[in-house]
């Protein structure tokens, strides 16, 4: 599988204070309608990712009207995080 030049900085180090358009699959527009709602760092979006697991997909759709692609790519970019980082 290749990786975007995104999805390998979001790798390269831990949450820290990351923006949402850092994740991969997200950028300006989605990242908008997230922070509209209340999830304004990569990190809250996290916290819906850990809580929601395989639902997670569903949810990003839901919330800021993510495609099919943009809620994989953001899905396989968290997961891969977290089994790098915890």
Do not use: H
């Amino acid at each position: 599988m290749t990786t975007s030049q995104k999805y390998q900085d979001f790798m390269a180090e831990p949450m820290g204070d990351k923006s949402l358009g850092t994740l991969a699959g997200i950028g300006d527009v989605l990242g908008r309608k997230l922070e509209d709602k209340g999830f304004d760092k990569a990190y809250v979006v996290l916290g819906q990712f850990l809580v929601l697991k395989d639902l997670f997909r569903e949810w990003l759709k839901d919330t800021c009207g993510a495609n099919a692609k943009q809620s994989r790519d953001c899905y396989g970019c968290l997961k891969e995080w977290c089994d790098a980082f915890l």
